[in-house]
Each structure stands twice: as C-alpha cells, then as structure tokens.
C-alpha cells in the first residue's frame, strides 16, 4: 500500500505558474504508473495529466497540452505537476493518483483506473 500527499496549491492570478509536488511513502513510487486529475465545484473530477511507471511516457489533457507538465523524481518518491499560464478555468483541487497495474493506452485517463490517492490541493486562479 502506498499513501499520497499533495502540496503546492494556492492562490495565483491568471498567467502565473504554479508547481504541485505529491509525495508517496510506504512503497517505491517507481512501482507505479501515476496520473494528475482535478475537481471544481460542483464538476466531475477530470484528468489532467499522466505518466508511466518509468516516466518515459506522458500524456494529457487537451485542456492543458502545451501549458502543464507531468514529470516524476522516483530517487525522492515524489511527482510532479508544473502548471503554467494559468487561467481561471484550471481553478480545482487536484489530485494525485497511483495504479499499481500497467495502464493500456486507453485506460490512463479513466480516474477507476487508479487505485490510490492523495487528499488533494486547492488552485485558485483570478483574474
């Protein structure tokens, strides 16, 4: 079993950046494949990013192609998400997420997918 802890979130105005760190304990992070998602009000929870066990391999969100970057340090069991040009609409509580099974291609945005994970941290984004 692995526990998960984001930090890193707070309040920014929009075109600002923001990087978010999620921590593991209990396990080897480089055991598995992990993934960023995020909750607004009132909206189901959306993916946003993912990386393989590795990091060799990233996907994302078209919503943030281009601006957010996922990437992973496994010698500190630690994740990453750099968000930059922030906009309003990327204000949420994200998520990190863990799976302990190699994801298929067209499982890796699917929050079931993941079996772990974090209690999230709030971005706020004004403009």
């Known amino acids: 079993q692995v526990q998960l802890a984001e930090s890193g979130g707070g309040l920014v105005q929009a075109g600002d950046s923001l990087r978010l760190s999620c921590a593991a304990s209990?396990?080897?992070?480089?055991?598995?494949?992990m993934g960023w998602f995020r909750q607004a009000p009132g909206k189901e929870r959306e993916f946003v990013a993912h990386?393989?066990?590795?990091?060799?391999?990233?996907y994302y969100a078209d919503s943030v192609k281009g601006r957010f970057t996922i990437s992973r340090d496994n010698a500190k069991n630690t994740l990453y998400l750099q968000m930059n040009m922030l906009k309003p609409e990327d204000a949420a509580v994200y998520f990190c997420?863990?799976?302990?099974?190699?994801?298929?291609?067209?499982?890796?945005?699917?929050?079931?997918?993941?079996?772990?994970w974090g209690q999230g941290t709030q971005v706020t984004v004004s403009s």
């Open positions: 990386s393989s066990y590795n990091g060799d391999t990233t």
């Open positions: 209990g396990r080897t992070l480089s055991s598995y494949d």
């Open positions: 997420a863990a799976s302990t099974a190699g994801l298929l291609l067209s499982s890796r945005m699917l929050s079931r997918s993941y079996n772990y």
